[in-house]
């Protein structure tokens, strides 16, 4: 397995399955303005490539809406998010066994 390292990737190129309005628009909103100010998440999303620069969301989903939130606030600063981005089933797996255990 390769070393799955931390990569910037651009908020528009990720696709989420979870909807918007299971989180409150306030804490979104809130937390946009968090991402602004500290031009960062830092609760990296966990992605799996989709194509060349393309992500389907794999974990991260409150993050994910919250950049969404702050690139609709500023685009210019709200438009790329931090990401491990994974490209096997294997990584997929070991990563998923650490959400479960570390979250």
């Given at each position: ?38 031009q960062c998440v830092i609760n990296p999303l966990i992605v799996r490539r989709s194509g060349f620069e393309s992500y389907i969301l794999i974990n991260g989903y ?42």
């Open positions: 397995m390769r070393r799955i390292l931390p990569s910037i990737i651009l908020v528009e190129n990720v696709q989420c399955h979870i909807s918007r309005t299971t989180f409150s628009e306030l804490k979104l909103d809130h937390a946009a303005r968090l991402i602004l100010v500290a409150f993050e994910y809406w919250s950049a969404v939130r702050a690139r609709e606030i500023d685009p210019k600063f709200g438009e790329s998010i931090n990401a491990f981005i994974i490209e096997t089933d294997e990584e997929e797996t070991t990563i998923r066994k650490q959400i479960e255990l570390f979250r």
